[in-house]
T-cell receptor
Framework: DGGITQSPKYLFRKEGQNVTLSCEQN?????MYWYRQDPGQGLRLIYY???????QKGDIAEGYSVSREKKESFPLTVTSAQKNPTAFYLC????????????FGSGTRLTVV | AQSVAQPEDQVNVAEGNPLTVKCTYS??????LFWYVQYPNRGLQFLLK??????LVKGSYGFEAEFNKSQTSFHLKKPSALVSDSALYFC??????????????FGTGTRLQVTL
């Protein structure tokens, strides 16, 4: 079945460490997105990529980095510069520019310990 | 800039009663509107969308939504609620421009609680 796979489901990080969240899709979608979800704040866009080897900052990119070396993959690195990284992270993808909506992965819950 | 407002943090309804989850939007051009549902520790699942055409849109699990251009609203409805409908619901909007700069903007979510 086609879909988006996020791994791991739960991730624990020590302060000062970088961690990378994986997102893989086999839908042949062009665009991919990373969102952060905090209680009461909805979804906030971190980064997005419309094509391979190109990506743009979203609303809250500081402290995060991404790469898009393959169409299927869009990993997110949470760096030590992100002051409050504990959150639920969602990856999504879309056909073209997403006019018909997005398909979401099941999320990664990151906790700083 | 585009925006979405979901004025209710939580909606409580008894099983079997009709439910409404409210959404209003602001967008510069014509809107594309979406509803998603999220169960605990899961991603968002697509429910329905309005792109063009009939103002009443039918979606998954018996949900429907009515696009009202004059009131800039896209309320989610279901004639008879089920306990299993209890979840977090998100409304989202983008304008109809299909260029790379246009992305979905999500509301803050409304928690639906259906009780026996």
């Amino acid at each position: 079945d086609g879909g988006i796979t996020q791994s791991p489901k739960y991730l624990f990080r020590k302060e000062g460490q970088n961690v990378t969240l994986s997102c893989e899709q086999n839908l042949n979608h062009d665009a991919m997105y990373w969102y952060r979800q905090d209680p009461g704040q909805g979804l906030r866009l971190i980064y997005y990529s419309q094509i391979v080897n190109d990506f743009q900052k979203g609303d809250i990119a500081e402290g995060y980095s991404v790469s898009r070396e393959k169409k299927e993959s869009f990993p997110l690195t949470v760096t030590s510069a992100q002051k409050n990284p504990t959150a639920f992270y969602l990856c999504a993808s879309s056909i073209g520019t997403g006019a018909l909506g997005y398909t979401f992965g099941s999320g990664t819950r990151l906790t700083v310990v | 800039a585009q925006s979405v407002a979901q004025p209710e943090d939580q909606v409580n309804v008894a099983e079997g009663n009709p439910l409404t989850v409210k959404c209003t939007y602001s967008v510069s051009g014509n809107p594309y509107l979406f509803w998603y549902v999220q169960y605990p520790n899961r991603g968002l699942q697509f429910l329905l969308k309005y792109i063009t055409g009939d103002n009443l849109v039918k979606g998954s699990y018996g949900f429907e939504a009515e696009f009202n251009k004059s009131q800039t609203s896209f309320h989610l409805k279901k004639p008879s609620a089920l306990v299993s409908d209890s979840a977090l619901y998100f409304c989202a909007v983008r304008d109809s421009y299909t260029g790379t700069a246009s992305k979905l903007t999500f509301g803050t979510g409304t928690r639906l609680q259906v009780t026996l």
